[in-house]
């Protein structure tokens, strides 16, 4: 143990003196590792930014994300806290924090205030990730011949983008079956690909996110566009993926029906 210049450290805790006030960390902390370092480099101004965590994610954020009262806020709209549960993730891992304000950048272009807090509870799901141009993945049952399970005429071939008109989708989320194109969290969507069937990853602008039915968990969405990414043969483990090569050469295909 060591009590030195205002601070002690044991190897799996930390306190230190700011303002006249003892503060602690253990090593469960995200700004855990940097701490340490900044101990180790004796530099104290540093350590004492990492200690307050309303400034590591303002500071994080490029000033973007304010945490008032216990409450995160995005260019002043309040966000659910899955957000800043995201946002620590990827301090602690050392993401770049570009991708996930371009998440929130598109998800405020929502015109649906109530799919935007419907989509929070989806991404509560394991296994979201997110791009670096900000979108989302999930997860999709098709058939064996790359089409939708409804009916069997939507070509879900990988580097297809599959949309429709927003104002067919199905809004209300009391609603567990209605039109709309759907996707899920990898449980939900891989008992649809059972069968000889096939798991695709899709990739998703939260803007275009229409409703979160409230069956199933939350599991499920419905969007007017998605754009298939690959064949899913393990879940994903990872918070950010990089943005896969657009597929020119693929036809954008708009649906009028349910799938």
Request: hydrophobic share 35%; with cysteine.
């Amino acid at each position: 143990m060591q009590d030195t210049n205002g601070y002690i450290f044991t190897g799996s805790s930390l306190t230190v003196a700011i303002g006249g006030k003892l503060q602690t960390m253990d090593k469960s902390h995200y700004n855990w590792r940097d701490a340490v370092d900044a101990l180790n480099d004796e530099d104290f101004e540093r350590l004492e930014v990492l200690f307050n965590s309303e400034k590591t994610i303002a500071d994080f954020s490029e000033g973007n994300i304010e945490v008032k009262d216990g409450v995160a806020h995005f260019a002043g709209e309040p966000i659910d806290n899955h957000v800043i549960d995201r946002l620590i993730s990827f301090i602690r891992e050392g993401l770049p924090h570009k991708p996930l304000l371009r998440f929130l950048e598109k998800l405020m272009l929502n015109p649906s205030r109530r799919a935007v807090h419907e989509l929070y509870r989806f991404l509560e799901n394991k296994n979201m990730p997110l791009t670096e141009s900000g979108n989302f993945l999930a997860y999709k049952g098709i058939d064996s011949n790359f089409r939708d399970k409804y009916s069997g005429k939507i070509d879900n071939s990988v580097g297809q983008t599959v949309a429709m008109p927003r104002n067919q989708v199905c809004d209300d989320a009391n609603h567990g079956c209605s039109s709309g194109l759907h996707a899920g969290s990898y449980d939900y969507a891989h008992g649809y690909s059972s069968g000889g069937g096939h798991l695709v990853v899709v990739e998703i602008d939260p803007s275009d996110v229409v409703s979160v039915p409230h069956d199933c968990g939350q599991q499920k969405l419905r969007t007017t566009k998605y754009k298939v990414l690959k064949v899913c043969e393990t879940i994903l483990e990872e918070d950010l993926y990089e943005d896969y090569p657009d597929e020119d050469d693929h036809e954008e295909i708009v649906m009028l029906a349910n799938n």
